[in-house]
């Protein structure tokens, strides 16, 4: 957290967290709470999730058959 905010121009985190709440009008941990993450909320079929975990180099076979079609 601390490389992101020195990379982004402020002094540390609690530069981040002044400039947060200033922004936002509630603390960081404050607004995390009043919004949960997506991933919680949304629901996937499990065929998506099985596709979107598949590995990003394809190297199984049918893949690579299905390239050449």
């Known amino acids: 957290m601390a490389e ?15 400039s ?6 509630l603390s960081p941990t404050a ?14 079929p499990a065929c998506v999730v099985r596709f979107y975990g598949r590995p990003q180099h394809r190297t199984f076979r049918e893949d690579s058959a299905a390239a050449r079609l």
Do not use: D, E
């Open 20 to 25: 947060f709440t200033r922004t936002y009008g």
């Open 4 to 18: 992101i905010c020195l990379s982004v121009g402020l002094r540390g985190i609690g530069s981040f967290t002044t």
């Open 31 to 44: 607004y995390r709470a009043a919004y949960p993450p997506a991933a919680q909320r949304a629901m996937l």
